[in-house]
């Protein structure tokens, strides 16, 4: 206390430098804020900017979660009963699984773990933005190995950066591009030294392996999986992970101790349950996707890109993007708009039910009307 006179805190000069340059994560908008601020009605809204599901939940989860069960006492912290339901959902041990609120909490615990301030990791955009949040977050150097014109993977390129890397962030389907990460190139970064974190958040609706069993056994390889697509829960906050047990245990010693709330727990125990349900539902959304890619090329100006998730990267190639966005929204369409200088002609739109998805063609040619007699 010798240092002379005391001043108040001041949170600008106490904050850590990594903060100070951080910029806010960009998430889904409110559809109660956005569907106000458009002039239509939230029930009336069909949503297709969080590439959520449009079933909502499996049956038994709505069921259970409408039940009795004891949130007066605190969850396991080591979450016995959800982990060893997922090891048999999906065919590994259930010490090679851990669950969080939500897949982005455990990739944000894979920061806590293995990346330091100046670490770097890797990223290859356009792609989802919680590992440069996250990244930055840290302090990392978040390195970047942007995806070449029609969104593949540089191979090369990732390969030389990852051998200097912590770690590598992959999604498989990617987000908002669709594609998914081969096979070969994954073997590739695996001896590279880095962690290979393989986020599978779509990987139900592709027509791929999950590569989750290979990740219980491979220290180098963590699966991301999340109840947040497929599931129709991403409002309760439940994904998980598998990997070597020895990375669970890592895991389990540095989360909170009770991140998976009770809700959190009975409604993903329930839903795995359902799978049969929820499986048939990814499979309707997968055909839309197939329907809407279609329909909407046919229209002429919309360009859909191959993929394997849920949702459609689409080109606009008469009007802009967040002309098309605004229009959409006015009709209580939402899509997904990013500004950056790769997508600024692109929206992202996840399949509706078939029946929104009637609509939503509609609405798109209303769109096309509007605009066009606005002199796009
Ligand atoms: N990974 C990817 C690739 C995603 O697109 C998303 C959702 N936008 C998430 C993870 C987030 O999943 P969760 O809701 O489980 O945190």
Redesign the pocket.
Known sequence: MARGKTSRFDPEAALRPAIRALPGYQGVEDLETVAAAYGVRAEDVIKLD??ENPYGPAPRALAALRGDYPVHRYPDAEQRKLRAALGRHVGVDPASVVV?A????L?EILFRLFVDAGDRILVATP??G?YDFDGRLHGAEVVDVPRTEDWSLDAEGLLDAAAGARAVFI?SP??PTGGLLPVALAERLLETGALVVI?E??IEFAHAESLARRAATEPALAV?R????WGGL?GL???YGVMAPAIVDLILRAKQPYNVSIAAEVGALATLEDAAVLDDRACVLAGERERMAKALRALGWVAPWPSEANFLLCRLTRFDGRAVRDALRRRGVFVRYFETPRLRDHIRMSMGTPEQNDRVLEVFAEVERELGAAGG
Do not use: Q, W
Request: glycine residues 16%.
């Open positions: 969080g590439n969080g939500g897949s982005d909490e990739i792609t989802f919680m999604p990617n987000n986020d958040a779509y991301m999340t109840f947040s697509k991403a906050r439940v994904g």
